[in-house]
Nanobody, 120 residues
Framework: QEDLVESGGGLVQAGGSLRLSCAAS????????MGWYRQAPGKERELVAS???????NYADSAKGRFTISGDNNINTVYLQMNSLKPEDTAVYYC??????????????WGQGTQVTVSS
């Protein structure tokens, strides 16, 4: 059983929209942070958007005004609505979860990644 299950990637034309979903398994408790990262070929993985259990959101400059992150069920499930997509948004998108263990350590989990391709 995977800890984080992502869905919603695909091929879209520039200007189009996609919605990514990430659901955490029942093995992960006390999630404090969920984020979407992306990695394009030859580039480092970068944070695109994040949301905390308190509802605070954060966006990369490249995502502001176009992407919206939201969550439900105490952010056990998060969504990334991506509008006005550009070819430079093409990348593998990864979901990341950070949970607080009973030992007060922060644990990181990663999804398997979902490909987003934006054609010009």
């Amino acid at each position: 059983q995977e800890d984080l299950v992502e869905s919603g990637g695909g091929l879209v034309q520039a200007g189009g929209s996609l919605r990514l979903s990430c659901a955490a398994s029942g093995n992960i408790f006390s999630i404090k942070f969920m984020g979407w990262y992306r990695q394009a070929p030859g580039k480092e993985r970068e944070l695109v958007a994040s949301i905390t259990s308190g509802g605070m959101t954060n966006y990369a400059d490249s995502a502001k005004g176009r992407f919206t992150i939201s969550g439900d069920n105490n952010i056990n499930t998060v969504y990334l609505q991506m509008n006005s997509l550009k070819p430079e948004d093409t990348a593998v998108y990864y979901c990341n979860a950070r949970s607080l263990g009973t030992d007060l350590r922060l644990y990181h989990y990663w999804g398997q990644g979902t490909q987003v391709t934006v054609s010009s």
